[in-house]
């Protein structure tokens, strides 16, 4: 099977999105302790999930806000990596929702000793803003090198798991060929013989 793992600027996304398995229902940011455990295996640093506190208690309403805002940063990137795979334009809800998910995870530039500069999160960001503020450094360095519409949900409603396209036309559709890919033209292979008289 080949190699579907995005660049390094988009790994945090792909990973986000798919820390939820469409066909059997498995999120791993709403098991005990996964929010939390997803943000520490991505780095972020020690903090509350919210903005700069720690939650009272575990499973407090600051770590349950935390989750309902990583699981709405999840679905609205997952529908613009299906809008990838279909070419097609992002739903405007879709577009509202990252808007304001982003507005709230600021990014700095940050000009380092070699004079490089590259997009840094805010200081004093809680933990998933934090997170987000990566997300949106990653995006916009993926958005200006040409691989950010590469990385694509799979067009198995079943699936949708999300892959890097590394196809040279750029036109993959589903993560695996020989299973959502093999499923599908299955499904229309028999819609045609069904349809014939």
């Not at 986000?16 to 498995?26: C, K, R």
């Not at 791993?28 to 903090?47: D, M, Q, S, W, Y």
């Not at 695996?176 to 349809?195: D, H, I, L, P, Q």
Request: charged share 25%; net charge neutral; aromatic share 4%.
């Amino acid at each position: 099977m080949t190699d579907r793992t995005a660049p390094d600027a988009l790994l945090l996304v792909q990973a986000l999105v798919n820390t939820l398995d469409v066909e059997t229902g498995e999120d791993e940011l709403a098991a005990e302790g996964g929010t939390a455990a997803f943000l520490r295996a991505h780095g972020v640093p020690e903090g509350g999930l919210g903005q700069g506190e720690p939650p009272a208690a575990p499973d407090g309403p600051r770590e349950l806000r935390g989750l309902r805002d990583l699981q709405e940063l999840r679905e609205a990137l997952r529908a613009v990596c299906t809008a990838h795979t279909a070419r097609s334009e992002v739903a405007a809800d879709t577009a509202r929702t990252l808007d304001r998910l982003l507005a709230g995870a600021p990014l700095v530039l940050a000009v380092g000793a070699d004079g490089g500069a590259a997009l840094r999160p805010a200081a004093a960001l809680g933990a998933v803003a934090h997170l987000t503020a990566r997300i949106a450094a990653g995006i916009a360095t993926a958005a200006a090198d040409g691989t950010w519409a590469r990385l694509k949900a799979c067009e198995a409603h079943d699936c949708r798991w999300v892959f890097y396209d590394k196809s040279p036309a750029g036109r993959s559709r589903w993560c695996s060929m020989a299973v959502c890919g093999s499923r599908a033209k299955m499904r229309t292979y028999r819609a045609r013989r069904a349809e014939a008289p």
